[in-house]
């Protein structure tokens, strides 16, 4: 009785708006790490694909998951970010209207080292609690000042997906899992693979959201890196990797890292 409870609230979170990120905003004028431009600069098209389609640096988790730093799995993946109107902290940001939705593409990685405020290594969060960032490419506010957005894996416009294939990294890109914890439906994401899929879990602390991938998961076997490996009621793999240890996160969740 008390688990079949359990798995109820584990659904009723997993239909919710699934992940939430702190975002900032830059422009440099450079290439970014997946190689979209020339030594010259960036394509005009990295400061906005069309109306309402940006691109953006993502935290090593939207990147790749592996750690690398040039042509990322990341690459030319698309998010839809809603505002939820909120900045992360009273001194970091005014934040802006709630509700507004945009579209941005990862072109480039906010590394972790340089950028431990807001841009987090993978598996872990930034200074305000969130486990991802986008660094949004834009020379004046977007929809606001360094809002919190919900956000969740689409396929990208047709556009932005043309305008991908100009970057030295397409066809090129590493093969890991990324972003790391949100599931995909393959080399870019379909409505299939929503955050209200049943394959997803998604989980909620003080202020952070972490999402769990159970698609890969068997009752045998090893758990992958960054994969779920216990917790109340899971009944998937409990062993890691080699080179990763099952770390209990809560009651509910734990992983392997
Ligand atoms: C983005 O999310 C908003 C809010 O959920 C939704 O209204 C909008 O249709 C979404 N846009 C796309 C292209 O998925």
Same mark, same amino acid.
């Given at each position: 009785?008390?688990?079949?409870?359990?798995?109820?609230?584990?659904?009723?979170?997993?239909?919710?708006?699934?992940?939430?990120?702190?975002?900032?905003?830059?422009?440099?004028?450079?290439?970014?790490?997946?190689?979209?431009?020339?030594?010259?600069?960036?394509?005009?098209?990295?400061?906005?694909?069309?109306?309402?389609?940006?691109?953006?640096?993502?935290?090593?988790?939207?990147?790749?998951?592996?750690?690398?730093?040039?042509?990322?799995?990341?690459?030319?993946?698309?998010?839809?970010?809603?505002?939820?109107?909120?900045?992360?902290?009273?001194?970091?940001?005014?934040?802006?209207?709630?509700?507004?939705?945009?579209?941005?593409?990862?072109?480039?990685?906010?590394?972790?080292?340089?950028?431990?405020?807001?841009?987090?290594?993978?598996?872990?969060?930034?200074?305000?609690?969130?486990?991802?960032?986008?660094?949004?490419?834009?020379?004046?506010?977007?929809?606001?000042?360094?809002?919190?957005?919900?956000?969740?894996?689409?396929?990208?416009?047709?556009?932005?997906?043309?305008?991908?294939? #100009?970057?030295?990294?397409?066809?090129? @890109?590493? !093969?890991? +899992?990324?972003?790391?914890?949100?599931?995909? /439906? =393959? *080399?870019?994401?379909?409505?299939?693979?929503?955050?209200?899929?049943?394959?997803?879990?998604?989980?909620?602390?003080?202020?952070?959201?972490? #999402?769990?991938?159970?698609?890969?998961? @068997?009752? !045998?076997? +090893?758990?992958?890196?960054?994969?779920?490996? /216990? =917790? *109340?009621?899971?009944?998937?793999?409990?062993?890691?990797?080699?080179?990763?240890?099952?770390?209990?996160?809560?009651?509910?969740?734990?992983?392997?890292?």
């Amino acid at each position: 009785m008390k688990s079949k409870l359990l798995f109820l609230i584990f659904d009723l979170l997993a239909s919710a708006a699934a992940y939430k990120a702190t975002t900032t905003r830059y422009y440099d004028g450079q290439e970014g790490a997946c190689g979209c431009g020339s030594s010259s600069g960036l394509f005009s098209w990295q400061v906005g694909i069309t109306s309402g389609v940006y691109t953006a640096a993502g935290s090593q988790a939207f990147f790749d998951t592996a750690g690398a730093s040039w042509c990322g799995a990341g690459c030319g993946k698309c998010y839809n970010l809603t505002s939820t109107g909120e900045s992360a902290c009273s001194s970091c940001g005014t934040g802006g209207v709630a509700g507004e939705s945009i579209i941005v593409m990862i072109t480039n990685l906010c590394p972790y080292n340089g950028n431990q405020q807001w841009c987090p290594s993978v598996g872990s969060t930034n200074q305000y609690g969130y486990s991802y960032h986008f660094d949004i490419m834009a020379q004046t506010e977007v929809f606001g000042d360094n809002v919190v957005v919900d956000f969740e894996p689409v396929a990208c416009p047709g556009q932005a997906t043309t305008d991908w294939q #100009s970057c030295v990294c397409y066809g090129q @890109t590493e !093969t890991d +899992t990324t972003p790391v914890g949100i599931t995909s /439906g =393959g *080399s870019d994401f379909s409505s299939s693979s929503s955050s209200s899929s049943s394959s997803t879990k998604t989980q909620s602390t003080a202020t952070t959201l972490v #999402s769990v991938t159970t698609t890969t998961a @068997t009752s !045998t076997g +090893t758990q992958t890196i960054y994969g779920q490996c /216990g =917790g *109340s009621g899971w009944t998937g793999p409990t062993a890691c990797a080699s080179g990763s240890t099952c770390k209990e996160q809560n009651q509910w969740y734990s992983q392997c890292l």
